[in-house]
């Protein structure tokens, strides 16, 4: 087991219905120390590959992708995930489903901030069906720029998010990747 | 001029309705060699206080709070602005109104993660009628938890919120201070 999977074992806490809670270091409350661990671990992992900018979506992906960013010395763009009357001229936006609110969300980035040039690494929390995910590969595709990898933190890997991503040739690194929960004992069987 | 004044004057676009475009730096694309030198900055200025926490407000506040948390050594717990399928038992909530988005917002922050002897730096991009920041006050007094400071990285000083905060005794470092914005001439004037 890795560090984040430790992590997992230690404080993440499995609810019914696929719910695997880790609000206590990932998504609510952070843990930047953890996050730094991550940067350096992904660091590593994408040591061959030209990243020039960090792409994430709000909320939970961007204190990650910031701690993250430090360790490429690159800056983060985050996606919106609707209209704001202080996001003006032109965007890029995609229609994305969340899995965990069940609700449809414009994604949105601004033009200005992506480039043909781009050499992206995209950060997020969570990978479980891969919406958010298809939404911003959309918007940087929309932009002609280039995916240069994909740093998830927890991968469900009992939903299909991950599977179509790499099944479509992208290069990603999820740090832990979760292939079943029990909710009545707690226990989670990560990946080998 | 502090680096924040300069960033702010070279990369800030003011545009009509009191609007301070910040995006290319600090909400929206996010230059975190920039957060690193805030939190460089907050840690010179509260080094004469205990802080074991920090605490801020999705979304743009998270990337800065992360990146800050860093020189602290501390974990950081960001609010929610609505209510979340995620997040079950108990919450601490405040009712603000956000001045960008012209709309009331519930922010939410779950109690397992304040507690009383909590001692909480405050930390977010913008301060300008206050009403985000009266939320986050509110919610730590409900923990019984403490106030160490309160650090803003731009100020409209000439909105009321920095001036209600003063006066009721809380230490607010704001690294920026606007005083006045000409939409016209595009000058912005900060406090000395």
């Given at each position: 087991m890795n560090f984040l999977e430790e992590r997992i074992i230690k404080d993440g806490v499995?609810?019914?219905g696929n719910i695997l809670k880790v609000d206590s270091f990932l998504n609510h409350q952070l843990d930047v120390e953890l996050f730094d661990k991550m940067g350096a671990e992904w660091k590593e992992r994408f040591k061959d590959v030209e990243i020039n900018k960090i792409l994430?979506?709000?909320a939970s992906g961007i204190g990650i992708a910031c701690v993250v960013a430090r360790h490429f010395g690159v800056p983060v763009v985050f996606a919106k995930k609707s209209q704001s009357v202080n996001l003006d001229g032109e965007m890029y936006t995609a229609e994305v489903e969340s899995f965990t609110h069940k609700n449809k969300n414009q994604v949105i980035v601004s033009k200005k901030f992506l480039n043909p040039d781009d050499k992206i690494l995209i950060i997020d929390d969570f990978l479980a069906n891969g919406c958010a995910l298809q939404g911003l590969i959309s918007i940087i595709n929309q932009a002609g720029a280039?995916?240069?990898g994909?740093?998830?933190a927890i991968e469900k890997g009992f939903q299909t998010g991950?599977?179509?991503i790499r099944n479509m040739g992208y290069r990603l690194e999820s740090l832990a990747?979760?292939?079943g929960m029990d909710a009545a004992t707690g226990e989670i069987t990560f990946r080998k």
């Open positions: 499995v609810k019914e994430t979506i709000e280039s995916v240069s994909i740093g998830i991950g599977q179509i990747i979760v292939d």
